[in-house]
């Protein structure tokens, strides 16, 4: 399956188009609906099972990892938290079961960038006789057109204004894709701009109304079961890259060497140096993600931040060495070293991103000195 992924993913990368076939590859494989709930018929797979399909997936194509990752997690915390109307949930599941179904949140919008800086959307949902009309536009809405589910971020037009997001069916009326992804990596993940116009929700198909307020505002600390998940894929990134490292180091052999590259230190130097980086991201990574499935309450969303904060950073370092080592041969369009260098860039991008991390760190870590100062001073 991986290697079937990685064979298309070339193609997907320089076209830009939506990677239907890799997808389907994935849904053949149970990857897609791993995260079903038992109760609901599924394999629930967990935290770890979750990071480890996303890493192996990376490994092929991180935009179909990407696309596949917002789905898992979806159903992930459905089976955790069950917050889908029961009866769409349900018929989700069997469609789910038959056909690749795709599903993802439609949170940032042009004005107010990522939710994880705080403020509230200007997305609107217009009460109706018969439910909601939502209107407004979406940024980066990865898969968004091959996307069942429109998971809506919105403010109701109450009197009493409230927040919640809004299921809207992928091919409703008045959607459409207003502005196209092209950005230097990902390519293929189609994180296209959403308008939505009047789009009809029924009154029910809405989770997690709340008062408008800070309360309704994105919790950067939970998160736990996508940050980990997250910081996996783009590891398998940096494996796939590790991956063409060591075949150029083994295969290549110049003429006033007279052996193979991979013999001479530097090479040998970079290879140890790119193997604990990541051997060590993915220790973090995945045991974290265990100690969530665990429900190791010591574990807290701060850990599980800083881990995907150290794997990005040794994953974007990493492909780094490397193409900085085979110096214009990395940087060659016609191999997949050059891809996945563009690739890792992503890693840091995604919310909350490395300041908003480290200062949601760095502000429990102070709270708990205090807190250990203040019981010594009652002792």
Known sequence: ??????????????????????????????????????????????????????????????????????????????????????????????????????????????????????????????????????????????????????????????????????????DSPGIEVTGRWDQLGLRASGSHDVTFREVEVPYEDVIGLAPYGPAAEQDNRAGAS??????????????????????????????????????????????????????GAEQLVFGGAARVDAADFSYTPEQALGARVLADRHGVRAVGLAVRLLGNPGLARDNPLERHFRDIQCAPVHAPQEDISVLAIGTKALAAKASDAADREDR
């Open 226 to 279: 996508l940050h980990l998940p997250l910081a996996a894929l783009y590891l398998g990134v940096a494996r796939a890259a590790q991956a063409f490292f060591h075949t150029f180091a083994q295969t290549r052999v110049p003429a006033n060497l007279g052996h193979p590259v991979a013999r001479t230190e530097r090479f040998r130097r970079t290879a140890g140096e790119i193997e604990v980086l990541l051997d």
């Open 1 to 170: 399956m991986t290697a079937r992924i990685a064979e298309l993913a070339a193609g997907y990368d320089r076209s830009g188009a939506f990677p239907a076939e890799s997808l389907k590859v994935a849904h053949e494989a149970g990857l897609l609906t791993a995260t079903i709930g038992e109760r609901y018929g599924g394999r629930g797979a967990g935290t770890e099972e979750t990071a480890r399909i996303l890493h192996t997936l990376g490994q092929g194509d991180p935009s179909v990892a990407l696309i596949a990752a917002m789905t898992l997690t979806t159903h992930g915390r459905q089976s955790v938290q069950p917050h889908w109307p029961e009866e769409l949930y349900a018929r989700l599941v069997k469609e789910s079961l038959v056909r690749p179904v795709l599903v993802n949140h439609a949170r940032v919008e042009p004005e107010l960038g990522s939710p994880a800086r705080g403020g509230l959307p200007a997305t609107r949902a217009r009460r109706t006789g018969d439910g909601w009309a939502i209107s407004g536009t979406k940024r980066f809405v990865t898969g968004a057109e091959g996307l069942d589910w429109f998971l809506v971020w919105a403010t109701t037009d109450e009197p009493e204004p409230r927040v919640g997001t809004f299921l809207v069916p992928g």
